[in-house]
């Protein structure tokens, strides 16, 4: 049976506001030092500030936007890196529980977090952060989970009682 793509995107450039809210502050700032410190002999190298605050943002959205999560109708996958491209797989009958989060700044600007709890001890938690709520990804997540699951014959237990570490009553 192939597999088919439910989703493929990015998280939202509002992920990396801070960088570009610096690279905008950083220009003005720059020219205003210039002006005032020129007669004091600081010549433009007052501008690298402008410039490192430019390669930081710009390595910033590079990296977001390398980052790419595909959803497929039996695995999740996330492809990370620039220079070197790491995809780690998710197979989602092995997905627990799903946790959407939604601060007010991310509720305004119609993104949630999404938290992805499994079973697999490599990747115990994936966050799939500032993604679009309209996608409406949590519920298409579920239900491509409950399908796998039913498709391999899968089930997940919780296990009740005593864990490793937990004090007992020592009979």
């Given at each position: 049976?192939?597999?088919?793509?439910?989703?493929?995107?990015?998280?939202?450039?509002?992920?990396?506001?801070?960088?570009?809210?610096?690279?905008?502050?950083?220009?003005?700032?720059?020219?205003?030092?210039?002006?005032?410190?020129?007669?004091?002999?600081?010549?433009?190298?007052?501008?690298?500030?402008?410039?490192?605050?430019?390669?930081?943002?710009?390595?910033?959205?590079?990296?977001?936007?390398?980052?790419?999560?595909?959803?497929?109708?039996?695995?999740?996958?996330?492809?990370?890196?620039?220079?070197?491209?790491?995809?780690?797989?998710l197979e989602l009958y092995r997905i627990r529980d799903l946790q959407v989060v939604q601060p007010l700044m991310l509720r305004l600007l119609g993104l949630q977090n999404i938290a992805i709890f499994t079973s697999d001890a490599s990747t115990a938690e994936v966050p799939l952060r500032?993604?679009?709520?309209?996608?409406?990804?949590?519920?298409?997540?579920?239900?491509?989970?409950?399908?796998?699951?039913?498709?391999?014959?899968?089930?997940?237990?919780?296990?009740?009682?005593?864990?490793?570490?937990?004090?007992?009553?020592?009979?």
């Amino acid at each position: 049976m192939s597999e088919d793509t439910i989703w493929k995107g990015t998280s939202s450039q509002w992920k990396n506001w801070k960088a570009f809210a610096l690279l905008v502050a950083s220009v003005p700032a720059s020219i205003a030092l210039h002006l005032r410190l020129q007669e004091q002999g600081v010549g433009p190298w007052i501008y690298l500030f402008v410039l490192v605050a430019g390669l930081w943002a710009l390595w910033k959205w590079a990296l977001l936007r390398s980052t790419v999560f595909h959803l497929t109708n039996e695995r999740l996958l996330t492809t990370s890196g620039i220079l070197t491209k790491v995809t780690n797989t998710l197979e989602l009958y092995r997905i627990r529980d799903l946790q959407v989060v939604q601060p007010l700044m991310l509720r305004l600007l119609g993104l949630q977090n999404i938290a992805i709890f499994t079973s697999d001890a490599s990747t115990a938690e994936v966050p799939l952060r500032f993604v679009h709520a309209s996608l409406n990804l949590p519920d298409r997540i579920r239900q491509c989970v409950e399908a796998c699951r039913t498709k391999k014959n899968v089930r997940m237990m919780d296990v009740v009682g005593e864990q490793p570490g937990d004090v007992g009553t020592g009979e």
